[in-house]
Every structure is written in C-alpha cells, then in structure tokens.
Nanobody, 116 residues
Framework: VQLQASGGGLVQAGGSLRLSCTAS????????MGWYRQTPGKQRELVAV???????NYADFVKGRFTISGDTFKRTVYLQMNSLKPEDTAVYYC???????????WGRGTLVTVSS
C-alpha cells in the first residue's frame, strides 16, 4: 500500500495550508485515516484522525485550528490547517488507522514550514 501526502509548503505565521492524502489500497484492519507529524529529534505524533463513521479526534495543540475531512472508504483524507504557528513546522504524514494508531509503513510525507 502506498501513502501519498501532498500540499505542504512555506507559509507565514497565521496563514493556511490544505494537505491531501491518498492511500493506494484500503486494508481490512483499518477503521479510519489520520494525519501525523514529525519534527527533527522528536517522535512522530498524532495530529488528527477521522473514523469511517466520521468521528474525529484532534491533538490538543491543533484543536480549533485544523480540520480533518475526506472519505476514508475512498482512501482520501484532507487536513485544513489555519492559524498556523512556527511550532507547526514539521513533516506531515498520513496513514490508515485503527483507532488513533497508524497501521502501515510510512509513506513520503509533506513538509510544512511556518515562518515567524
């Protein structure tokens, strides 16, 4: 299964970006899709997950600023990021998920850089 995230770029603090992700194949164990991010020297962390039923979970640090959407059955998920902060700078990855947990080997992420 291939995971392809796109939409990253350089943006000023307070700006917005919209990330997109497609998985080439849905795996049976998955019950949703999610976004995760990683900065150098830190572990990858959950950003947001959307279940097949449409339930969403957000990390506290993005609540009110980021919105996950998409169609998990079509293996497509988006992340609308508003009010970006320099600390949001990271490589963002998508994955199929079971609960909050990613299931697949990581694909190529997309770099988001927020300048102050």
């Amino acid at each position: 299964v291939q995971l392809q995230a796109s939409g990253g770029g350089l943006v000023q603090a307070g700006g917005s970006l919209r990330l997109s992700c497609t998985a080439s194949k849905r795996i049976n164990r998955a019950n949703g899709m999610g976004w995760y991010r990683q900065t150098p020297g830190k572990q990858r962390e959950l950003v947001a997950v959307m279940s097949d039923s449409g339930d969403v979970n957000y990390a506290d640090f993005v609540k009110g600023r980021f919105t996950i959407s998409g169609d998990t059955f079509k293996r497509t998920v988006y992340l609308q990021m508003n009010s970006l902060k320099p600390e949001d700078t990271a490589v963002y990855y998508c994955n199929e998920a079971y609960g909050l947990s990613p299931l697949l080997a990581w694909g190529r992420g997309t770099l988001v850089t927020v300048s102050s």
